[in-house]
Every structure is written in C-alpha cells, then in structure tokens.
C-alpha cells in the first residue's frame, strides 16, 4: 500500500505530495486526513495523507517508508481536504500551509534542533564543557553560549552531527482515579481474608461496595470514604483497586454572571428576515444573505433563533465574531441560550484549552462554535448554518500565509453543506453591499432599533473653532457640558479615543519633525511609562529626545493623545467621576477586557474611556453619551478604505448609546466636519454614505468595481527592493490581459518594516481569467530565482489595505 503525503516543509519543490509505502503492521490504520511522522532527507517530518493507492509511477525499490501514524481516526475530514485544495489555489499558499490553518496548534508539529557530539577530541575545551556527560544538547544552548560559528566548522568537518526532532505540542489533559475492579466476589473474598487489625482497608472497601460509581479521585477517596493515601496504596496492591488516567477538558474560566437568558417577542422586521432564514434551511439552500440592520436592531436574536433551529435538526453551527476576546458579552449570550453545547474559540485561550475545544467540536460533543477568524474552519460535519457577525471588519481577512477571507471560506462550506450564511453588519463593506444590490446576496434589512428606541442624535463638533475660541482641551465646551449633565442623572458615558494610524506622536513645534522609527518609517508612539517611544512595527524602544534632533528647539513634546493623557484630564474636569480604561495597556493580562466590561456593566463607574476595543458590541442600559474624541485620525490612513473605516467606526461607536430605554446621544470632535464619512455619520444612514463611497470607488478604480491584487517586494537594499519589484511589474504587464492595469511599482506607504525595505505594485482588474495561473508562473521565478538574491515576494488578492 502508497500513501500520497504533504509534508510539513514550506518550499517550492516540495510543494507536492510525496509517495511513501506503508508497512504492513500499519496498513489497517492509514486514513486520508491523518498525520503521519515520515523520513525526508535526513530528518522526520510530520505530513498528512491525502491520499491512499496501490500502485506508483516511480521505482517502488526507491520509496521510503511511513515512520508511524499519528492519528487513530483522520483529523481532517473529506470536507476540509478538499477545502485545503481550494484554499492553496485561492490564496496561492502552500498546500501544507492551507492544512496547517484548519488545525488547532496544538496539533501542528514544530521542530527542535539538537547537536550530536561524534569526535570530542575535536572541539576545543571550552565547547566540549558545554556537552558535559551528554552527547546530545540542544541548539539554543550552543546558541546562547555563542559557539555557533566553531559550531557550523565541526559540522562540516563531521565532529558534530545535526538532529532535527519533531516535537509534539499539547497533550490532552489527565487526572488520576482510582477503578474498583468489576470482580465483585474477588472484593469480597479481600474484604474476608483482611486482618482484624486492617481496620482502615475494610472501612474503605466495605464503603466502594456500597457505591454506584466504580472510579474516584484521590481527593474524593479522602473526602467521601475518610480514606488515607496508604490505604488506597494497600487497596491497588490487593488489586481491588487500579490507578487508571482519564482524559478531561481544561475549564475556561469566565467570570460569574447572574443574568438569566431572555427570549423575546420578535419584531415584524425580525421575524421577516427569520423566515426567510429558515425557509433556506428547510431547504438546503445555500443563500447568502445579509443582513443589514442598524445598530441595536436586534441582529444577535436573529442569529440565536437561526442556530437553534439549525440545532433542532441535528445539525451546527458556526458563529463567527470579529476577535471574541473584545466581545464577552456575546459569548455570554450564546452560553446562556445553548449552554454546554457552545465551544469558544479565540486568542485568549492557552494551546491546550484551543485544543480541547477543538476536540468538542471534532468529536460532535457540542453544536456551536462562537469563535474569531479561524473557527470558520470547525471540524463540524453537518452545519445548517454559518454566521459572520460585522462581516466588514479587517480582522476575517488573514494577513499572513495562507491569506484567506473568512467570508470567501464560509461560502465554500455552505455549497459543501448546502446551508445558508448570514453576513450581518450595521456598516456592511461595500464589496458585500455592492453583490446584495445586485442581487448576488441575499438583502435582508432592520431599519428599527429592536425596543423601538430612536437612533442617538449625533452633534459634530468642530475643534477648529474651539480653538480659535481659545480652548486647548482635549473636551469640547459641548461635549464637556454633557458629560457634566450624565454624571448628575447618573447616566453612563462612554469616551472613545481614536487611536489607528498616527495619534501620539512626539512632534517639535518649532520646525515640526516627528519623531519615527528608522528601521519602520512610521511614526514612534509615545508611552508615558517611563518616557519611551515604541515602533508598534518591530517593538524598538527609545527614549523621548529633550531637543529636536532636527533643529535642536526644546520644544519638542508629545503630541496627540494617549488614554492616560485623557484620564488626567477628566480627572481634572469631572473630579467626581469614576473612570475605567480599557486599551492595549490595561488588557495584558488574561479575561482582563472581560473584567473591566463587567464593571462597567455593574455600575461601577461613570466613564468607560477607551480605544478602538470599545466600538463594538457593547450593550448596556445605562450608557446615554458616547463622546468621539479625534475623529481625524483613521481619516488620514494611507489606504483607499479610510474613509468607509471611518464611518463604520463612528456608526459603531454612536451605536453604543440608548440601546434600551434611556435616550442617547452622540458628540464627534474633528478638525475636518466637512469630510463626507464624517458629515453622513450624523445621520448614520448608510445607503448616502454607500452612493457617494460608490462614486469615488468608481471614479478612482478600486473595489467594488475593480478588484485588487497586491504584489509586494521587500529587500534589505533598497536597490534590489526597487529593482526586484520592478521586474515583477513589468513581467506582469507584459503578460496579463491589455485590459488589465497594473499599476506602480511605488514605494510602499509604509516604506520600511523591519529593516526590509518595501516596494509594491497593483494589479487592478474587471476580469482576468489569466489572473491565478499568471501568479503562480511569478511565484515559480520568484521562488526558484530571485529568493536566492534575499528577495520575498507576496502576493495578496483581494488585500484588505493597501499599506
Ligand atoms: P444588534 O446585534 O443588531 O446590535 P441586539 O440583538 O444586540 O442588536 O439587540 C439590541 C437589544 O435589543 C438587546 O438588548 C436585545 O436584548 C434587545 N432585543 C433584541 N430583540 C428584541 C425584541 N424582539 N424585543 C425586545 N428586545 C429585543
Ligand atoms: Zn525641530
Ligand atoms: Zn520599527
């Protein structure tokens, strides 16, 4: 027997399978979709059978042979090879890569290098002291005590050999119990050949004998039976009792709420677009609809309802949210609904809890998965439903290999499982709206908020005129005053403090250089801690200058606004109230945003002042003020979507207030109220917003109307990245269709990660049927040619910025 297998190599040539023959001991156990451990060249790989045969083209009497198999049962299913097949050709990855994706980490192997000692006589002292008694240490030890140069000599000379070992990640969890044996007459028999004197063991197995359960922890042993340690040891030595491990899941731990789920009456809008729903999955249509309600128009209800029916037919379900660990309260609305059948997914969770929720779901145990970008990729094998809640946020797109939309892999999976999807957004992107006006999607709409409460009203506040009127702060008079007017009614408020792109920046006012990163071109961001400056790019530190090193003015100081800079402020204005803040400095920690949200949600403060994590999915009675603080700053992006993210921000943000019954409003402070995404936020509307977006889109070429490609090229030579970036255009040009625009290359608006220098050109496009085989003939020079030269080369289709 063959087996085809992908090993988990990233590299050209090797993206293949490869033929390997199965020993015969193994033959009973080899599936498609298992892992395999499998010789290749000199070290073991793990791999993934893709394939099962008989016979091979090549010289059998050269094939190598399946080390061992991994899997008892195959981890991938049929449904996700294929999806693996489709996602490689559509994102241009690697195979492997396309298989790793769908998988928890904790099943991906990683490597480690050790150093075999084979002639000590060859290393000098110093070195050879390193190995001690041992003939093998690690790589990191050699590393660390800085011997690799005399390392890379002996390897060629052979007195030092290279190991590459696969290393395993989490394990399932175990705990200890203790088994009485079935053989009720061989207890007895124990009970009566037992010593008087052998008090304690026949206390114990008089007490088992009385039991339903037949397994128990030590500790329970100790606590119900009044047992000791030394008993039970008696008990395994009479064979009464077994030491047997048994395989538990991690407890996520989460925060107690006493809340109790509410059902509703749906409204008429809710139950029109419900039924719709429904109807596609009675039968198996695989619509894809969106959703498009406003904010508080009881979206969430709608897909409570929709995966309960899907869960009443015995099939699951998906719920996707932009990064769940922003979203507790979501999750905990699932929870209260479906209880233990929801597993949660997200990046907060350590390698062995991702693992055993995975598990759950691989093993059938629950039927939802509420989860981030990768849950779209759930082991389930029947779904009646998908959902993507926020469909426009940037967060579904990967941005790393392989670059997939979770929007594009949950619409595969509903043609495999012939379900529908919902898309849902109060600020649908304007790809999705585009496809549902023409009828592509299916358009559902909720023009009313669920409880009938009105929008917010919404004020712009022009800062310009502020400061003309000699205010410096940060508040406005206005936004200032309302504050004021909640903390007397005892109304919560939200300030939100818009930090994307270039907010705290250390600026010389004399001759207005910032201060940037020299290995990022991008400017530093000021943290008060310590007076440091930090790239968000590659994490280098330095201190804050005391003169412009520009032109040597002392007046060069922080300029922008940090949360802190805010919260002494209010503590300045509002003495009186209590504030929280929520940003990336005070969520480090684990559960933290969960923690602070539930404060906030207890009452426990007045003022919730926080970061982009605070704009969506927050929904409590008492906040009546959202206040905008610097609307401007994701304005001035570099990237053809700032507008649209700008709206979609402010639309969010002023939808956290007056969701139930108190009335809420609105205050967006900008130094430019004339800008259309800012203007059109006032009425939150968005069919205006989507025409005039529409017309620029149109006018400039960009998506909906044309799609995008990006290809980009870094070198450490600003040289070669220019020159390297240039061949691939120009070899594009010259062979994509002549109604296909290529266009650049440019220097990329972030110029410099990571000492890489970055060049990039963009393929704009109607159709290009050429499009995929074209990239894969750059790619085959890109990898075969120029990585030799330090080049790297990506290539992103439909990128979701361009900077
Ligand atoms: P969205 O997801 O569109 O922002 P939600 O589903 O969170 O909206 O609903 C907003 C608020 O209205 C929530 O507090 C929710 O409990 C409530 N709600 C939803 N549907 C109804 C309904 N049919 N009747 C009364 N209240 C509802
Ligand atoms: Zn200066
Ligand atoms: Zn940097």
Redesign the pocket.
């Known amino acids: 027997m063959i087996v085809e297998v992908i090993v988990d190599v990233s590299a050209y040539p090797i993206d293949r399978p490869f033929d390997y023959i199965v020993p015969e001991a193994l033959e009973t156990l080899v599936e498609r979709g298992s892992r395999v451990h499998v010789p290749f060249g000199p070290r073991k790989v793990q791999g993934f059978i893709t394939n099962i045969k008989e016979e091979t083209d090549l010289d059998k009497s050269k094939l190598k042979e399946v080390h061992s198999i991994l899997d008892v049962e195959p981890i991938v299913t049929e449904e996700l090879l294929k999806l693996s097949k489709w996602l490689t050709n559509k994102t241009l990855c690697y195979e492997i890569d396309a298989l790793q994706v769908m998988l928890p980490a904790a099943l991906r192997a990683s490597y480690k290098k050790n150093i075999k000692l084979i002639d000590p006589s060859a290393l000098d002292e110093d070195f050879l002291a390193l190995f001690g008694k041992k003939e093998i240490v690690s790589y990191e030890v050699i590393e660390k005590a800085g011997y690799l140069r005399s390392m890379k000599k002996h390897l060629t000379g052979g007195a030092l050999q290279l190991e590459t070992v696969i290393k395993q990640h989490a394990k399932a969890k175990t705990i200890v119990k203790y088994k009485v044996t079935p053989d009720r007459e061989f207890i007895v028999e124990q009970l009566n050949s037992l010593t008087k004197q052998a008090v304690k063991q026949k206390e114990l197995i008089e007490w088992l004998l009385q039991q339903q359960q037949t397994a128990f922890t030590m500790q329970q042993l100790i606590e119900l039976a009044n047992a000791s340690n030394s008993t039970v040891k008696a008990l395994i030595e009479k064979g009464v009792l077994e030491k047997e491990k048994e395989e538990v899941y991690r407890e996520i731990s989460s925060l107690e709420y006493h809340d109790k789920d509410?059902r509703?009456?749906?409204?008429e809008e809710?139950t029109n677009a419900l039924t719709k729903i429904n109807h596609a999955q009675e039968h198996a249509e695989n619509t894809t609809f969106l959703l498009h309600?406003i904010?508080?128009?009881?979206?969430?209800?709608i897909y409570l309802n929709a995966i309960e029916n899907s869960i009443l037919k015995g099939k699951q379900a998906i719920m996707l949210v932009p990064e769940i660990s922003l979203t507790p309260q979501m999750t905990h609305r699932f929870k209260l609904r479906f209880g233990d059948q929801v597993a949660v997914m997200h990046s907060g969770l350590s390698i062995g809890e991702k693992y055993d929720e995975w598990r759950k779901i691989w093993r059938g145990e629950v039927k939802v998965v509420v989860g981030a970008r990768s849950a779209i990729f759930a082991p389930f094998k029947d779904l009646g439903i998908i959902i993507l809640d926020e469909e426009h946020e940037s967060t579904y797109k990967q941005e790393d290999n392989p670059r997939y939309h979770a929007r594009d892999v949950a619409i595969w999976r509903s043609e495999f499982h012939q379900c529908p999807v919902i898309l849902g957004s109060a600020t649908p992107s304007l790809e999705s709206y585009a496809r549902a006006s023409k009828g592509v999607y299916s358009l559902l709409t909720l023009q009313m908020r669920?409880?009938e409460q009105a929008l917010p009203t919404v004020n712009v506040v022009d800062m310009r005129a502020e400061l003309k009127n000699g205010n410096r702060s940060m508040f406005s008079v206005d936004l200032a005053d309302a504050v004021r007017e909640k903390l007397d009614k005892k109304e919560q408020i939200v300030l939100f403090l818009n930090k994307r792109g270039f907010s705290s920046f250390v600026l010389c006012r004399d001759c207005g250089t910032v201060v940037e990163c020299k290995q990022c071109d991008i400017s530093l961001t000021y943290h008060r801690a310590g007076e440091q400056l930090k790239c968000h790019y590659c994490g280098h530190e330095e201190p804050v200058p005391t003169t412009c090193p520009e032109c040597s003015s002392e007046h060069i100081r922080f300029f922008g606004t940090g949360t802190q800079k805010v919260e002494e402020e209010i503590a300045k204005l509002f003495p009186y109230a209590r504030v929280l803040r929520m940003d990336v400095d005070t969520t480090r920690t684990k559960g933290s945003h969960e923690r602070i949200l539930k404060q906030f949600g207890d009452g426990e403060a007045d003022i919730l002042l926080g970061t982009q994590m605070i704009a969506k999915g927050l929904?409590f009675p008492n906040i009546t003020l959202v206040g905008v603080l610097n609307a401007d700053t994701t304005l001035h992006l570099a990237d053809f979507r700032a507008a649209e993210k700008t709206f979609q921000l402010m639309t969010q943000v002023s939808g956290r207030a007056g969701?139930?019954d108190k009335e809420g409003q609105v205050y967006i402070q900008t130094y430019t109220p004339e800008h259309y995404a800012i203007e059109l936020s006032k009425s939150q509307l968005y069919e205006p917003f989507y025409h005039t977006e529409m017309l620029t889109r149109k006018q400039y070429g960009y998506p909906p109307f044309y799609f995008l490609t990006l290809v980009q090229v870094t070198h450490e030579n600003v040289m070669l990245a220019s020159e390297y970036a240039k061949l691939a255009t120009d070899w594009l040009r010259a062979n994509l269709s002549s109604t296909t625009m290529v266009v650049g290359p440019t220097a990329s608006a972030i110029s410099k990660i990571q000492n890489r220098y970055r060049y990039q050109c963009l393929i704009k496009y109607k159709k290009e049927p050429l499009l995929i085989e074209k990239l894969q003939q750059l790619i085959k020079i890109y990898r075969t040619e120029w990585i030799k030269k330090g080049v790297i080369l990506t290539i992103d289709l439909d990128p979701s910025t361009i900077l």
Request: glycine share 16%; charged share 30%.
């Open positions: 509410k509703f009456q749906l409204t809710q309600g904010t508080g128009s009881g979206k969430t209800e669920a409880k929904d969701r139930h």
